[in-house]
């Protein structure tokens, strides 16, 4: 048991710190940073739109839309 705790102890002490998560968007070029800041250029947006609506909406199946309880 010993060996055990001593193993994990050098195992978690010699491992190197782990560096903060980069975003994807840092590695973009330019031109594609400006699509995708820009909501009528980026193609994306139009699922993001249709979520929403989604989102909102109240199925005849259902009591309650998703935002009645999720805001």
């Known amino acids: 048991m ?3 705790l001593a193993t994990l102890m050098l195992v978690t002490l010699t491992l190197p710190a782990q560096a903060e998560p980069v ?3 840092a590695f973009l070029d330019d031109s594609t940073r400006e699509m ?3 909501d009528f250029s980026n193609p994306g947006m139009v699922a993001v739109d249709r979520g929403a609506e989604l989102f909102h909406e109240l ?3 259902e009591v ?7 805001g």
Do not use: P
């Open 2 to 4: 010993k060996r055990l």
């Open 23 to 25: 975003s994807g968007y």
């Open 36 to 38: 995708q800041d820009d």
């Open 59 to 61: 199925r005849d199946s």
């Open 64 to 70: 309650h839309s998703c935002s009645s309880c999720h």
